[in-house]
């Protein structure tokens, strides 16, 4: 079984930067095609953007373009999501997510790392 684990959230305030990690377990790590996700509170989970195996991405989401970057490290088994000038807005559960490279559902998930930015 995949196992992910996310890291790096936390309080912040507006303006602020991030950087959060996920580092994956349990299948080579080239098999998998990455991503990073958020819920609000009240919100349905959604993809901030995701990453290939080899390093393509896909858009990210529009009220995140210019301020955050994905990028994986293949050596490392991880991915990571840089968080710049951040809004309160931007508030929500971060979770990292993993899917086979022939498959079209992310069927693997951490347990989420709290991101908090105050006005």
């Known amino acids: 079984q995949v196992q992910l684990a996310e890291s790096g959230g936390g309080l912040v305030q507006a303006g602020d930067s991030l950087r959060l990690s996920c580092v994956a377990s349990?299948?080579?790590?080239?098999?998998?095609?990455m991503g990073w996700f958020r819920q609000a509170p009240g919100k349905e989970r959604e993809p901030v953007t995701t990453i290939t195996w080899s390093g393509r991405t896909t858009d990210y989401l529009d009220s995140v373009k210019g301020r955050f970057t994905i990028s994986r490290n293949n050596a490392k088994n991880s991915v990571s999501l840089q968080m710049n000038s951040l809004k309160p807005e931007d508030t929500a559960v971060y979770y990292c997510?993993?899917?086979?490279?022939?498959?079209?559902?992310?069927?693997?998930w951490g347990q989420g790392t709290q991101v908090t930015v105050s006005s």
């Open positions: 349990g299948l080579p790590f080239t098999t998998l095609r």
């Open positions: 997510g993993a899917a086979l490279n022939d498959r079209d559902n992310y069927d693997y």
